[in-house]
């Protein structure tokens, strides 16, 4: 009896699942032949409505922050669970940007008139629908959400038990802000409340869904990416490194390694692995700025043996090179060359972002040429691989593919392209 009634229950489930996705398409196709002003316009209502219920929102994240400090959630995922006024203004602020960006619909992306008189155009379009699976990242919900308005799509979210309560109360005030511009509330759907098997269902909905894109951590990601039938476009984890040069300054190197560690350690962009030449003269000033502001260092032997007087730290292994920390903890190793610090980075990179500190252009071009991730950075923080901060407005991931996008996505990210032909009767030879 209880078999069946299992039985019964994933299967209405399957109906309710399908059901979204059905809706999703016809608001999709809406949302296709919204133009500009009236997108940004759903924009603008998302933001004002975010700041206008900024209590409820905060009442709702605070029980998840709650339930999750309860379960002996670990201090990194709370962070990013954590909403305050602050991070709710930034969300609006982010809606508010993506408002005064370009709308990527209709872009010409190439175009001629083939010697038949043919004209010829390749425009970005919207994909359609598209799904995205997240874990404990409420402002995820608001990022995608205006991300697929703006590029004209509708979207499915899976936000994850972690931030159930929180995800609740944005994807209602999302809702009803569309409503209130007449654009289709379907527009932005969530399967939260159908849990794993909504995540499941919506991961085997190929030809109902466009495109999923997974954002967490690293089993999260590889379970989408190994039983979805929707294509996928992967975002990854972020095992970062920053290389300093023998050439590199002090000042500058100790205000890099201080943001890229310890402004946000439970976000992607932050360093995890700091290469120093062994000839750089910096390393005395940045190790013990680090340990200074809480870090927890985690050395080589050659680090060890010239660590200033009264500095701590635990012996490194290979497990530490491979380690996205999340967290105010520091990989160090020593390196006679550029040569062997993009070694390094080939054979433990998860292909996110990297960057070299250096006073050497000659170098800063090899390491440009030589390292091949996502994002390379010459003379700044790692925190800078962010969409808002690269001018996109806001981010659904930072993908670490190389198919369609790399990088931070924004507006262009969640489009594809069609090809518009245009004649006066040709027909082919």
């Known amino acids: 009896m209880t078999e069946q009634i299992v039985v019964q229950n994933l299967t209405d489930v399957a109906a309710e699942v399908r059901g979204i996705t059905e809706r999703a398409r016809r608001a999709s196709r809406r949302m296709a032949r919204a133009n500009r002003a009236w997108k940004d316009k759903g924009l ?3 933001a004002a409505s975010l700041v206008a219920h900024q209590e409820a929102i905060l009442a709702a994240n605070g029980h998840d922050v709650e339930a999750g400090r309860a379960a002996g959630t670990s201090a990194a995922m709370l962070d990013r669970l954590t909403l305050t006024r602050a991070r709710i203004q930034g969300l609006a602020d982010a809606l508010e940007k993506l408002a005064s960006l370009p709308d990527p619909v209709g872009n010409v992306v190439r175009g001629q008139t083939l010697p038949n008189g043919l004209r010829m155009r390749q425009i970005n379009v919207p994909m359609g629908v598209v799904a995205a699976i997240y874990e404990a990242r409420p ?9 697929a308005l703006k590029s004209g799509n509708a979207v499915i979210l899976r936000g994850g ?16 802000a569309l409503e209130s511009v007449s654009l289709p509330a379907d527009a932005v759907q969530s399967v939260d409340k159908y849990g794993r098997e909504g995540a ?3 991961m085997r909905a190929r030809g109902s869904v466009d495109v999923l894109i997974p954002r967490g951590g690293r089993e999260l990601i ?12 992967e975002t990854g984890e972020g095992n970062v490194h920053i290389f300093i ?11 890099i390694l201080l943001n890229a560690k310890t402004q946000r350690p439970s976000v992607c962009n932050t360093v995890e692995t700091l290469l120093v030449h062994k000839d750089a003269t910096v390393l005395g000033a940045v190790l013990t700025a680090l340990a200074g502001a809480g ?12 660590l200033p007087a009264g500095l701590s730290s635990t012996p490194a292994t290979d497990h530490d090179w491979a380690t996205e920390y999340m967290d105010l903890d520091l990989a160090v190793k020593m390196v006679d060359s550029l040569e062997e610090a993009v070694k390094h980075i080939r054979t433990w990179s998860t292909g996110h972002t990297e960057a070299i500190l250096t006073n050497d252009l000659s170098n800063a071009e090899r390491f ?3 390292v091949d991730s996502a994002a390379v950075i010459v003379n700044a923080s790692t925190r800078f691989t962010d969409g808002g901060e690269l001018g996109l407005g806001a981010e659904v991931g930072i993908s670490t593919q190389k198919l369609h996008a790399r990088g931070p996505m924004g507006l262009t990210e969640l489009t594809t392209t069609k090809w518009i032909v245009q004649g006066e009767g040709q027909v082919r030879g």
């Open 161 to 176: 038990s972690a931030a159930a309560h929180t995800n609740e109360a944005l994807l209602g005030i999302v809702r009803d």
């Open 295 to 306: 870090v927890r260092l985690h050395v080589d032997e050659r680090i060890r043996a010239v």
């Open 200 to 202: 499941n269902l919506i």
């Open 222 to 233: 590889q379970t989408v990416v190994s039983n979805s039938t929707v294509p996928v476009i």
């Open 368 to 370: 440009i040429a030589e």
């Open 44 to 46: 603008r209502a998302m």
């Open 245 to 255: 040069d023998s050439s590199a300054r002090e000042e500058m190197c100790v205000d």
């Open 139 to 147: 402002n995820v919900t608001v990022d995608i959400a205006g991300l």
